[in-house]
């Protein structure tokens, strides 16, 4: 399995990205796939997740209303989009997958497989 992240850069406070992970090396319909990111100096946490059959998601209090979750099946491919980007959501963001559940979807250590990051960085 190989997770592909991208769509980081530099914006202004208020504004807004989207991260794409693209995922290949399996067929995709049984996972939850998860964003993740870690600040500098802190350790890394969840943001949102969403399973790739049925399209349930969620969310992590602090991102609630701002970040949507979605996947494109024609495409293999997980969006995280980011409005009204906040000073506290730099970071490097991470995306992951996992085929079995054992956990809460916040629960990172249960993602076998992981993307190299991309950073996200808000300027206030």
């Known amino acids: 399995v190989q997770l592909q992240a991208s769509g980081g850069g530099l914006v202004q406070a208020g504004g807004w990205l989207r991260l794409s992970c693209a995922a290949s090396?399996?067929?995709?319909?049984?996972?939850?796939m998860g964003w993740f990111r870690q600040a500098p100096g802190k350790e890394r946490e969840f943001v949102a997740a969403?399973?790739?059959?049925?399209?349930?998601?969620n969310y992590a209090d602090s991102v609630k209303g701002r970040f949507t979750i979605s996947r494109d099946n024609a495409k293999n491919t997980v969006y995280l989009q980011m409005y009204s980007l906040k000073p506290e959501d730099t970071a490097v963001y991470y995306c992951?997958?996992?085929?079995?559940?054992?956990?809460?979807?916040?629960?990172?250590?249960?993602?076998?497989?992981w993307g190299q990051g991309t950073l996200v960085t808000v300027s206030s």
């Open positions: 992951a997958a996992t085929r079995v559940v054992r956990s809460a979807w916040y629960d990172q250590g249960q993602y076998r497989y």
């Open positions: 090396g399996r067929t995709f319909s049984s996972y939850v």
């Open positions: 969403i399973r790739w059959s049925g399209g349930s998601t």
